[in-house]
């Protein structure tokens, strides 16, 4: 089974950017991959996806400000997170398009003036 590993999180000022970081401990090269994020309170949502030939999806709320990334011969996917606002505050996770693997711990991205 694989394991996932998200990293990258942390505070940032509204219009502040990251780059988020998930590590899977084999290879997901056939997957198409995704990024879901959890705000407080709210059920988890889908934010993007790359397919396995690198084709990028994204929710229509974050369209424009993030970009999804993958690197095979390194198992990551990775998310770059630009012009954050309050609203983008939330646990973020990677996992398969399809929900496929076991969740890990997340990210927790917090955007606060």
């Known amino acids: 089974q694989v394991q996932l590993v998200e990293s990258g999180g942390g505070v940032v000022q509204p219009g502040g950017s990251l780059r988020l970081s998930c590590t899977a401990s084999s290879s997901i090269s056939r997957y198409a991959m995704g990024w879901f994020r959890q705000a407080p309170g709210k059920q988890r949502e889908w934010v993007a996806t790359?397919?396995?030939?690198?084709?990028?999806d994204y929710a229509f709320s974050v369209k424009g400000r993030f970009t999804i990334s993958r690197d095979n011969a390194r198992n990551t996917v990775n998310l770059l997170v630009n012009s954050l606002q309050p609203e983008d505050t939330a646990v973020y996770y990677c996992?398969?398009?399809?929900?496929?693997?076991?969740w890990g711990q997340g990210t927790p991205v917090t955007v606060s003036a």
């Open positions: 790359i397919t396995a030939v690198s084709s990028p």
């Open positions: 996992n398969s398009r399809y929900e496929e693997f076991v």
